[in-house]
């Protein structure tokens, strides 16, 4: 019983160690480049309005 109650604690935290993987990768390939496009998305729609605006 101890063997199996070490290698189902043991493949547990295996699993949560590779979905916490998945996750940060997720995010800095797909979620992080969104986010800086949006941002240089904003900031030339910023420029763009200084600039029709000072016209």
């Known amino acids: 019983m101890k063997r ?3 290698g ?3 493949g ?3 699993t949560v160690a590779a979905a916490a993987s998945v996750v ?3 995010k800095k390939q797909v979620i992080d ?3 800086e496009q949006q941002v240089a ?3 030339k729609r ?3 309005m ?3 605006a000072a016209r």
């Open 8 to 10: 189902f604690l043991i």
């Open 4 to 6: 199996f109650l070490s």
């Open 33 to 35: 480049p969104i986010d």
């Open 50 to 52: 200084r600039k029709s």
């Open 24 to 26: 940060l990768t997720v």
């Open 41 to 43: 998305h904003d900031e």
């Open 46 to 48: 910023k420029r763009a």
């Open 12 to 14: 547990t935290a295996a």
